[in-house]
């Protein structure tokens, strides 16, 4: 089991930045890729970004692409996501998701965080 708590969410004015965290407990921290998704009302769960293992490789969704950054800090258990320019467009809840292997699809994740509620207001 790997468990997972966000935080850094908040309100933040269009332009903005915030950072959001993501500390793991449990099974070894860095043999698990990591994901960031969000969920805005109404709408299905999004991929963010998502980092592997090692944090050599990273990967973004084309709305976050140029403005977000992923990193993680191995020695600490923790991913973050780094959200320049931020949209009001940007406004929902940040779910962190854990998973051996790499994904963009949340169905292939195993473990998720319980979500941080980030606010963009124009």
């Known amino acids: 089991q790997v468990q997972l708590v966000e935080s850094g969410g908040g309100l933040v004015q269009a332009g903005g930045s915030l950072r959001l965290s993501c500390a793991a407990s449990g099974r070894t921290f860095s043999r698990y890729a990591m994901g960031w998704f969000r969920q805005a009302p109404g709408k299905e769960r999004e991929f963010v970004a998502a980092?592997?293992?090692?944090?050599?490789?990273?990967y973004y969704g084309a709305s976050v692409k140029g403005r977000f950054t992923i990193s993680r800090d191995n020695a600490k258990n923790t991913v973050y996501l780094q959200m320049n320019s931020l949209k009001p467009e940007d406004t929902a809840v940040y779910y962190c998701?854990?998973?051996?292997?790499?994904?963009?699809?949340?169905?292939?994740?195993?473990?998720w965080g319980q979500g941080t509620q980030v606010t963009v207001s124009s």
């Open positions: 998701a854990a998973d051996p292997r790499v994904a963009g699809s949340p169905e292939e994740y195993d473990y």
């Open positions: 980092i592997s293992w090692s944090g050599g490789s990273t």
